[in-house]
């Protein structure tokens, strides 16, 4: 079956724009995490999504990023006025519930280079 | 506070040599671990956690709670090991503390 899919797997923008990624999870995945990787620092969690639940928003590092998760599927991560900083793969997983020891499938990632 | 301590970020073996991989955590509670790795070009994927004391690919972690560690071994390292390995733990509230990662080269 498909897994979690990703996009765009490039972004390119220019300081100060704003982006959107997009994370479309597996089918009946009730959870769905994003996290930053950048070079030397390992995977930063972001944002956690299960179910209908208030999503805890605890990693994610200013108020320029947001993320919402549309009819308990799609997931879309918004960078406002982005930064050089901001630059990263930025990837999404998703697993069949909330406990923690269930697995997470990982997307491919979004490469986010800001100039 | 980082909970999830990778010590070395590249690791060389050669073919036949066991190999570990370190992993340190800082968690007052009872912690769930895991190791994820990354193929060159693919997903980043589960490769085992503590809770089912499973062996994967011929790799084994044991959690220690006196040293707070969860290393990564295998007695034999084979070619298609090499990949990027994170540690991983997961605190009560399903947030997700990765390490820094390992990258291992395993030499012909």
């Known amino acids: 079956g498909a897994g979690v899919s990703q996009s765009p797997s490039n972004k390119v923008t220019e300081k100060g724009k704003d982006v959107e990624l997009r994370c479309d999870p597996i089918s009946g995945h009730t959870a769905l995490y994003w996290y930053r990787q950048s070079l030397g620092q390992g995977l930063e969690f972001l944002i956690y999504f299960q179910g209908n639940s208030a999503p805890d928003k605890s990693g994610l590092p200013s108020d320029r990023f947001s993320a919402e998760r549309t009819g308990g599927s799609v997931s879309t991560l918004t960078i406002q006025r982005t930064q050089q900083e901001d630059s990263a793969v930025y990837l999404c997983?998703?697993?069949?519930?909330?406990?923690?020891?269930?697995?997470?499938?990982f997307g491919p990632g979004t490469r986010l280079t800001v100039l | 506070a980082q909970r999830v301590t990778q010590p070395e970020k590249l690791l060389s073996v050669f073919k036949g040599a066991p190999v570990e991989l370190k992993c340190n955590y800082s968690y007052s509670g009872s912690p769930e671990l895991f190791w994820y790795v990354q193929y060159s070009r693919q997903r980043l994927q589960l490769l085992l956690r503590h809770i089912s004391r499973e062996s994967i690919k011929g790799f084994t972690a044991d959690l220690n709670k006196g040293e707070t560690s969860f290393h990564l071994k295998k007695p034999f390292a084979q070619e298609e090991d090499s990949a990027m390995y994170y540690c991983a733990l997961s605190d009560t509230g399903n947030q997700f503390y990765f390490g820094t990662g390992t990258s291992l080269t395993v030499i012909p």
């Open positions: 997983a998703s697993s069949s519930g909330g406990r923690a020891h269930n697995e997470q499938f």
